[in-house]
């Protein structure tokens, strides 16, 4: 007698999954950050599969990074905008401002005056601008710099709105605060359409659908830069990544470039493996191995819920029980406490 498939995670466990699975893949890949493939296969020949911290700015485990302390900035600023019941209550600004307090060492989590030891250059610059201008749409660093410092970032725009225009408009607004290159803006609307589309149970490649429309929208034709990114993820392997090393075809060999990340992104996506041995793969790949096993948690905690997520990384992760707790309070708003 056949069985019935097992139902897939609940809304609830997909957004909590979404900010632990980023957390995590943060924190696991901030040990061998800006190693290279080699370097990481030497030391850990079956991959890197605990969060044990250290790396070039000496994490304690578990800690945040600029990548899951920066994704906390975005996504308190949604909750203020749940907290304030206005309908006018400006995000974007929000998220500045939040941006630039973490910048300034004025961050819960450090010591009052505590900077933060990694800040990107785009993210500085941009950061640096917007102290002068208070003005979200003339702070970006500028065309050209098609850093990852935006899409690692973006992910509560994808949970917490639920409008898909509104979506499109506020994920490319708080990638401009530091990353205005239009590489970057458009990447943030791909990558959060694809977690709106997982958040509300589409299949993984009707989610990537989701994700290639709004390209073509935005770039105007199907053949843009950000476009073919996302197809290229949809061709290359994880594992096999993994095993050799970045590809000629990812042109910053991963090593921030923005649509490196979003295709190593969508090849973690489409890999049916458990969640724990994807980002462990992610981050063997090498060079800016937080960053893109960060934005890769992302999209794979949003597939496979909060219950894929190893137990051990979940209990050492600095702002996992935050996390939960903004989580549940702004999906009670959405209907799906």
């Given at each position: 007698m056949a069985q019935n498939p097992a139902p897939g995670p609940t809304r609830q466990s997909r957004i909590i999954g979404a900010l632990l699975a980023l957390h995590a893949g943060d924190s696991l890949g901030a040990t061998v950050e800006f190693k290279t493939h080699a370097q990481i296969a030497s030391r850990y020949p079956s991959g890197l599969r605990d969060i044990v911290g250290g790396g070039p700015f000496n994490w304690p485990a578990g800690h945040a990074t600029d990548d899951t302390d920066l994704t906390r900035a975005v996504l308190i600023a949604y909750k203020s905008r749940r907290e304030s019941g206005s309908a006018d209550f400006d995000v974007v600004k929000a998220a500045?401002?939040?941006?630039?307090?973490?910048?300034?060492?004025?961050?819960?989590?450090?010591?009052?005056?505590?900077?933060?030891?990694?800040?990107?250059?785009?993210?500085?610059?941009?950061?640096?601008?917007?102290?002068?201008?208070?003005?979200?749409?003339?702070?970006?660093?500028?065309?050209?710099?098609?850093?990852?410092?935006?899409?690692?970032?973006?992910?509560?725009?994808?949970?917490?709105?639920?409008?898909?225009?509104?979506?499109?408009?506020?994920?490319?607004?708080?990638?401009?605060?530091?990353?205005?290159?239009?590489?970057?803006?458009?990447?943030?609307?791909?990558?959060?359409?694809?977690?709106?589309?997982?958040?509300?149970?589409?299949?993984?490649?009707?989610?990537?659908?989701?994700?290639?429309?709004?390209?073509?929208?935005?770039?105007?034709?199907?053949?843009?830069?950000?476009?073919?990114?996302?197809?290229?993820?949809?061709?290359?392997k994880i594992s096999d990544m993994a095993q050799r090393g970045p590809p000629r075809s990812l042109p910053g060999g991963c090593s921030g470039y923005v649509l490196d990340s979003l295709t190593v992104a969508i090849a973690a996506l489409l890999d049916q493996r458990r969640l724990e041995d994807v980002l462990v793969d992610v981050v063997g790949i090498g060079r800016d191995t937080d960053t893109n096993a960060a934005i890769a948690g992302g999209l794979l905690g949003t597939r496979d819920g909060v219950e894929s997520i190893p137990i051990r990384w979940k209990e050492v992760l600095q702002f996992g029980e935050e996390f939960r707790a903004i989580a549940a309070f702004l999906s009670e708003e959405e209907g799906t406490g």
């Open positions: 500045a401002e939040n941006s630039l307090a973490w910048f300034d060492g004025n961050w819960p989590g450090r010591a009052p005056g505590e900077l933060p030891k990694d800040v990107g250059n785009a993210t500085m610059q941009g950061l640096d601008k917007y102290r002068r201008t208070r003005d979200p749409e003339r702070s970006g660093a500028g065309q050209g710099s098609a850093g990852n410092g935006s899409l690692m970032r973006c992910l509560p725009t994808g949970l917490f709105q639920s409008d898909p225009e509104l979506l499109v408009q506020e994920s490319m607004a708080i990638s401009k605060i530091t990353h205005n290159d239009f590489r970057c803006v458009v990447a943030c609307a791909v990558y959060n359409s694809i977690v709106a589309a997982l958040i509300r149970g589409n299949s993984v490649d009707d989610a990537i659908e989701a994700g290639e429309a709004v390209a073509v929208r935005l770039e105007k034709r199907g053949g843009g830069e950000v476009y073919k990114s996302v197809q290229l993820g949809k061709e290359l």
